[in-house]
């Protein structure tokens, strides 16, 4: 469980100076569709090779994919001066939260 205050000191690099930013968090990106460059490069290598994933196997179960029971968070600080979005970091928790710093 990993907790972050909701407003962050932050280096801005339009403003080039420090700032008090609002954290938060991004979710659930879409990925747009078609295939990157490293992606189309592996199919055509591929290409002749094996059974397509067609027969006598059974495809592999989305939770044997990958060994990591954590997610990488995805955390957005916006300054409140020019309105620059920065990327923080991404720190990998189950679960996460913002709490309000008062
Ligand atoms: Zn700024």
Redesign the pocket.
């Known amino acids: 469980m990993a907790r972050l205050p909701d407003k962050i000191s932050f280096y801005?690099k339009?403003?080039t100076t420090h700032?008090v930013g609002k954290v938060k968090q991004e979710k659930g990106g879409r990925r747009s569709g078609g295939l990157n460059w490293s992606h189309r490069r592996m199919k055509h290598r591929r290409r002749g090779h094996g059974n397509l994933g067609r027969y006598s196997k059974k495809p592999v179960a989305q939770t044997k994919m990958s060994s990591k029971t954590s997610k990488k968070i995805d955390l957005r600080i916006t300054?409140p001066?020019?309105g620059?979005i920065a990327v923080m970091n991404k720190p990998r928790a189950k679960r996460f939260e913002i709490f309000r710093k008062l």
């Open positions: 801005c339009k403003c700032r300054c001066e020019c620059k």
